[in-house]
């Protein structure tokens, strides 16, 4: 009841917190899933670019859409879900490679946005779509934001992973899952 009061009454900094928190954490599951010692400085930059932009951005954006295309009706989502697809994705993962180029001091900060986008977008549109159906057929307009939230934290994690190492598509991710989950059942038994 706490979270939803506040959601209500404080929509903006609710729905932003609650994105952030969800993203740093798709990160820090990445980092996880990777095996490695968790690298902090990666998940505050992770959450640096989640609450100045991806955050703002999805609230504004969400809201600007429904302002646009007022309700729930089977057309109107379908057009909320190809204005998001073919504006709002592109915007968000661009933003995304190069604010952490930026954070990561990278030498040519559009470097990893040259190489990825395509791959991260033609990924994207095989999981947003979906995700914003649900979202704007049934999520309440002051939740929107934060269910977004809950959708980019698999997306983020599959993101910081094609930040790191991937080349932007599912097919990287799931080729260093399958090959961690062989290396661990090759493993010898503990005595």
Request: hydrophobic fraction near 45%; charged fraction near 15%.
């Amino acid at each position: 009841p706490a979270l939803l009061r506040a959601a209500r009454r404080y929509p903006w900094p609710t729905n932003v917190l609650l994105y952030a928190a969800l993203f740093s954490a798709g990160d820090a599951l990445q980092q996880r899933l990777r095996g490695g010692p968790a690298d902090w400085q990666q998940t505050r930059r992770v959450a640096t670019v989640a609450v100045t932009f991806h955050a703002n951005f999805n609230y504004v954006w969400l809201r600007l859409l429904e302002r646009a295309l007022p309700g729930r009706a089977p057309r109107t989502v379908l057009a909320k879900v190809l204005c998001d697809q073919a504006i709002g994705g592109p915007v968000a993962v661009s933003a995304f490679y190069a604010g952490m180029s930026i954070l990561q001091e990278k030498d040519d900060i559009f470097l990893d946005l040259k190489q990825k986008f395509w791959n991260t977008y033609k990924s994207g549109l095989m999981y947003w779509p979906f995700a914003q159906l649900t979202n704007f057929g049934l999520v309440p307009v002051h939740w929107r934001t934060a269910y977004t939230g809950l959708c980019a934290f698999l997306w983020a994690t599959f993101l910081c992973f094609s930040q790191q190492s991937g080349d932007g598509t599912f097919q990287s991710a799931f080729a260093f899952l399958h090959v961690k989950e062989a290396s661990v059942l090759e493993r010898p038994p503990e005595k």
